[in-house]
């Protein structure tokens, strides 16, 4: 069985991976996850800053 919504992400010239990544926003004084964001793996993580993290984290740069 193929998983066609799978795809590939690299990260450096050695490290491929064939599936999706897990975009997770985390709160720093209880360590509870906020939002979770899952994506091909080719969709770089600073694309799904917005999606996951609160108000005061928009104005971030990425």
Not at 6 to 26: C, P, Q, T
Request: with cysteine; proline share 2%; hydrophobic share 30%.
């Amino acid at each position: 069985m193929t998983d066609k919504q799978a795809r590939f992400g690299r990260k450096g010239k050695n490290k491929d991976w064939l599936g999706y990544k897990e975009h997770v926003s985390v709160d720093i004084q209880s360590g509870l996850i906020n939002k979770v964001a899952v994506t091909s793996a080719k969709v770089p993580d600073g694309q799904k800053l917005h999606d996951i993290c609160h108000d005061e984290g928009q104005d971030m740069k990425t």
